[in-house]
């Protein structure tokens, strides 16, 4: 097993140093495994470092390619060895265990570097999805940017409490705001003094509300709750979700449409079109592309964020600003297709076509193009350990369009 990580990690390497994954669009080499081999991105990402370091390490690389070392302790001696110190290294790993050895560098990465290991982490927002449905952020600031957002959420508790008191009598008010002077950790009888999330709710929806610099009045930073048919459920029930498919109960739908704008949209909002009055593309039209994309179009991206609508025809060409003319792309493959020299079209059947700059299509599934000599290699390299491995062994089935993963589980659930 060893030994074939090995193989994969030189491949990943010369895969990568001819840039074989920017031929096929991939913003990096991490994600086209990602893309391609079915990888998740973080080990994707985690493979390449490995695979480029043991490029510089030829002890260290020779040692796994005769199954001397495993992939952990490799991934563990990359992160601290340097061609001057990988025999030494190596020497030690191949007494220890894996854990062991993790221990080892992470202790020998500290004596080498002791003041980048009593600095701060990087500053850097986290999210993670609880069992529960709620969303978990994780904050890493700076003590004084972290007491600065600490001040703006108790301003927005403040706001949220000002909000809820607006029906309240003066003479209610006057005895509240009392008690509040006397012990601000005292709720008033009746009264609910908000919390700092309530604060950080109050203080984005107040920041795009009223910042001129979003925009269109905030437009393009709405929360876009789907209606649509819940694919679980018999025809005529529906479900709503949010634009990266994570289900929104009843109720919750409920208490946001008690107070929303509600924008219908007839199927994908094919049609809307304003011709050629305007190249920029309006919020009617913004919205349909966001229900329809999801979005960047380009196959194997999955980005959702900073995406631009992009005119399948140009519109100093002659194309129109309209729905059935535009395709949201993130910022990568927007310069791609205008500077990088690929080309995107939309067949008669209304799905996407990309086109490389030498006119080679890219197609769903990746292209059989690969070196005679390497496969030769790989075919004997199986036979002589009697294993059947083809080109599609493990070639991900996926047709690039966004999965929608409770859709998935919920099969699975169905089917045990």
Same mark, same amino acid.
Request: aromatic fraction near 6%; include cysteine.
């Given at each position: ?6 193989? $994969? ?19 990096s ?5 990602a ?15 490995? =695979? ?36 030494? #290294? ?8 894996? =854990?062991?050895l ?19 982490e990087?500053?850097s ?24 957002? $600490?001040r ?26 009392v ?6 950790e005292t709720?008033a009888?009746?009264?609910t ?21 979003t925009?269109?009045?905030?437009e393009?930073?709405?929360v ?31 208490r946001i ?14 049609? #809307?079109?304003? !011709?050629?009055?305007?190249r ?25 964020r ?15 600003t ?14 791609l ?21 030498? !006119? ?5 599934e ?11 290699? #790989? ?7 009697? $294993? ?15 999965p ?6 919920g099969a699975? #659930?169905r089917?045990?």
């Amino acid at each position: 097993m060893d030994a074939a990580t090995h193989r $994969l990690l030189t491949c990943i390497r010369q895969f990568d140093e001819v840039g074989g994954w920017y031929e096929q669009g991939a913003a990096s080499c991490a994600q086209w495994l990602a893309w391609r081999i079915g990888l998740d991105s973080a080990t994707a990402r985690e493979k390449v470092r490995v =695979a480029r370091a043991l490029g510089k390490l030829p002890a260290i690389d020779e040692a796994l390619r005769v199954g001397k070392l495993s992939y952990a302790k490799a991934r563990a001696l990359t992160r601290v060895a340097a061609p001057e110190t990988e025999a030494k #290294l190596l020497e030690v790993a191949l007494v220890a265990t894996g =854990a062991q050895l993790e221990r080892i560098c992470r202790g020998y990465r500290r004596a080498l570097a002791p003041d980048e290991a009593l600095a701060p982490e990087e500053r850097s927002v986290r999210r993670r999805d609880l069992p529960g449905g709620m969303v978990k952020l994780e904050i890493v600031l700076a003590p004084d940017e972290a007491d600065l957002v $600490l001040r703006a959420l108790d301003r927005g508790r403040e706001v949220v409490h000002g909000r809820e008191q607006t029906d309240v009598s003066a003479e209610t008010r006057k005895r509240n705001d009392v008690r509040q002077d006397v012990s601000a950790e005292t709720s008033a009888p009746g009264s609910t003094w908000p919390s700092r999330a309530d604060g950080m709710v109050a203080l984005a929806e107040n920041f795009l509300a009223g910042n001129p610099a979003t925009g269109n009045g905030g437009e393009r930073f709405q929360v876009m709750v789907h209606v649509d048919q819940d694919p679980l459920a018999p025809d005529g029930v529906l479900s709503a979700s949010l634009d990266d498919g994570t289900r929104v109960s009843a109720e919750t739908f409920r208490r946001i449409a008690c107070d929303c704008g509600v924008v219908a949209v007839a199927g994908d909002g094919a049609g #809307l079109n304003i !011709g050629r009055r305007a190249r920029s593309i309006p919020p009617a039209i913004r919205r349909a592309l966001a229900l329809r994309d999801r979005g960047c179009r380009f196959p194997g991206c999955t980005h959702t964020r900073f995406l631009h609508g992009h005119h399948i025809q140009h519109w100093l060409h002659g194309g129109e600003t309209s729905v059935d003319n535009l395709v949201l792309l993130c910022t990568f493959h927007h310069h791609l297709v205008h500077e990088g020299l690929w080309t995107v079209a939309r067949g008669e059947d209304g799905e996407l076509a990309f086109t490389a700059p030498e !006119g080679r299509a890219l197609q769903a599934e990746p292209p059989r193009q690969m070196v005679q000599g390497v496969l030769e290699s #790989l075919h004997e390299w199986a036979k002589d350990r009697g $294993l059947d491995i083809g080109a599609d062994s493990n070639l991900p089935l996926w047709d690039g369009t966004r999965p929608d993963y409770d859709w998935a589980v919920g099969a699975l #659930l169905r089917a045990g």
